[in-house]
């Protein structure tokens, strides 16, 4: 086997350049750019969250990210869906992910991290940051980093999400900047390209342009602790609303002046079902993309708070909802030409130093005072710490998923597979429809009912942890023959 794989990858080097999929994504100013082509790249993504919110549980052995069989059906779905992205929250940094990131690459999706968990000391505490803020904690931050720097595929990592609200003490602030800055300070030390690190909010008005300002503006004296991106988590669109009704003309008026990219960190109110997700032709179209760089709709699975777009049921197979379907249209209709146009002058905006001006109406601490490290959080950051992954990226063999999918009417979707794209593309709605898909029922966005939505964050789903154990990567004799399919 050894041998085998020796001359493919021999073959492979010398058919190919070693480079896959997706290129890096660098900020610049107010966009996120891809390096190689110098295109702006705007999120089209969906939180991947299976098991839900509260369904973490390392005792298990396995995370979003780690069981290749399930990570295949679900990009194959999401690239037939059309997005380029995934937000993945709670991460075991003791697993192994380079099997789903490599699936995730040569779909064209990329991936933002969190790198907190619900669990205690994974995170920080809001009412009591200095607490919360240890040796342990950064130890395990910088694995999950650790883990995902190697990949081309990693968008940037999320430093915090909503530690900020109405209950927060006015130190947090600083706090996230210290998180945000030893992440950035390890990236410096450990990857061969700055990983963007960003913090992710809640849509707590009075609190909102405050956070934004505080993080994003620049220090001269702690230079890494700023923000390379922010992230709203937002559910004022419901229904049929308008750019005017939804208050997202609010939103890009208040952001107007924004010197990094700010986009839905998560975003798809349900309060009105089925969605018929009408806030993304806003979202994507003139309005807005002069501000905002898209978003990332909750949430890929059915879980207990409804905002699924797929059931992944208890026997392993999938069954999409009518959301999906729905979804699919709006992001079919997106004119992608214009989604990735450059423009120069957003790319060179420098962000504004910090001064307390920037802050009226929040009720932060008023000066920009970063906490000191922790003690012995200097040396992880010098011998960094041990990761799980591969060295890089590699080319993916096994792309033909083995669950059952059904269609929206109940009929299984056949000859689902991943198409595993060149170097340097990312997935785009429209293309890489494989699988045959079954006249569509009648009448799949009608029947609007009003349900009772709430936001996810306040929502505690049950664990779903038997819709994530499904299926495991093969391996031995069928590893051998997808090599020599090469
Ligand atoms: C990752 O991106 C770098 C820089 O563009 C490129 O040189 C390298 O070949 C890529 N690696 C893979 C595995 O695609
Ligand atoms: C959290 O960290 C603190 C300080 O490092 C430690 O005293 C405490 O035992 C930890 N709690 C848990 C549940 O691990
Ligand atoms: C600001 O926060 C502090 C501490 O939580 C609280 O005591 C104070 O009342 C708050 N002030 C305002 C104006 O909200
Ligand atoms: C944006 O910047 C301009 C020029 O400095 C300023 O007049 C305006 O108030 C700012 N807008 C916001 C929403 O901060
Ligand atoms: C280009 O960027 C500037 C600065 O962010 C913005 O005001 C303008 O609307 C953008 N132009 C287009 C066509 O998106
Ligand atoms: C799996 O479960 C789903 C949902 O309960 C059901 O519709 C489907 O028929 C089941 N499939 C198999 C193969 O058991
Ligand atoms: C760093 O600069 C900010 C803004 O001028 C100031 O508020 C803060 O006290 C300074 N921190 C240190 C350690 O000097
Ligand atoms: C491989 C492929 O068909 N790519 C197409 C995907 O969609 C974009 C925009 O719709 C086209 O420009 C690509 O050619
Ligand atoms: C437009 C496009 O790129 N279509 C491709 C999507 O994926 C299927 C399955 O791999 C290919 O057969 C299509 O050519």
Redesign the pocket.
């Known amino acids: 086997m050894a041998q085998f794989k020796a001359m493919v990858l021999a073959l492979v080097a010398l058919f190919a350049s070693s480079a896959f999929a997706v290129a890096p994504l660098v900020v610049k100013g107010a966009d996120f750019v891809n390096s190689i082509d110098d295109t702006r790249f705007q999120i089209i993504g969906v939180a991947y969250q299976p098991g839900g919110s509260s369904g973490f549980d390392p005792a298990s052995g396995v995370d979003p990210l780690s069981d290749a069989s399930v990570c295949l059906r679900d990009a194959v779905l999401m690239q037939r869906l059309g997005v380029n992205a995934v937000r993945v929250y709670n991460l075991d940094p003791d697993l192994d992910h380079t099997d789903c990131a490599n699936i995730f690459n040569a779909a064209g999706i990329y991936m933002i991290l969190d790198v907190n968990s619900p669990l205690p000391n994974q995170s920080l505490n809001r009412g009591a940051p200095w607490e919360s803020y240890s040796e342990t904690y950064l130890e395990r931050v910088f694995k999950v980093v650790q883990d995902f720097i190697v990949f081309n595929n990693t968008l940037g990592f999320f430093s915090g999400n909503e530690v900020i609200n109405e209950d927060s003490v006015p130190q947090v602030p600083a706090y996230i900047r210290a998180v945000t800055r030893d992440i950035k300070d390890y990236i410096a030390a450990h990857s061969d390209r700055p990983v963007p690190v960003g913090y992710s909010a809640a849509d707590v008005r009075p609190l909102l342009m405050g956070t934004f300002n505080y993080l994003s503006c620049s220090l001269s004296n702690e230079t890494s602790s700023k923000i390379d991106f922010f992230g709203l988590n937002s559910y004022s669109w419901c229904g049929d609303a308008t750019f005017e009704s939804s208050g997202y003309d609010v939103l890009v008026s208040d952001f107007s002046n924004t010197t990094i990219p700010i986009f839905f960190s998560e975003y798809g109110c349900n309060n009105v079902s089925p969605r018929t997700f009408t806030e993304v032709p806003a979202l994507y179209g003139p309005e807005m993309t002069g501000v905002f760089s898209g978003g990332l709709i909750y949430e890929y699975s059915e879980e207990p708070n409804n905002y699924g777009l797929v059931n992944l049921n208890s026997n392993g197979t999938a069954s999409l909802l009518v959301d999906y379907d729905n979804l699919r249209k709006q992001y079919d209709d997106l004119d992608?030409?214009s989604l990735e146009k450059a423009n120069a002058t957003a790319t060179s905006l420098t962000p504004p130093e910090c001064a307390s001006s920037l802050l009226s109406g929040a009720n932060f601490t008023q000066a920009y005072d970063i906490p000191a490290r922790p003690d012995g959080v200097d040396d992880l950051i010098k011998n960094g710490v041990d990761g799980t992954s591969s060295a890089s990226n590699e080319a993916v063999t096994d792309t033909k998923p083995t669950q059952t999918v059904y269609a929206t009417n109940g009929q299984v979707i056949t000859g689902l597979e991943l198409n595993v794209?060149e170097w340097d593309?990312s997935n785009?709605?429209?293309?890489?429809t494989s699988g045959t898909t079954p006249a569509s029922p009648s009448g799949s966005t009608a029947s609007t009912s009003t349900s009772s939505g709430s936001t996810p964050s306040n929502t505690n789903a049950a664990p779903r942890a038997d819709t994530i154990k499904f299926g495991s990567l093969l391996m031995g004799a069928a590893g051998v023959g997808m090599y020599l399919q090469l």
Do not use: R, S
Not at 428 to 432: E, I, R, S
């Open positions: 992608i030409a794209l593309q785009l709605p429209g293309n890489n």
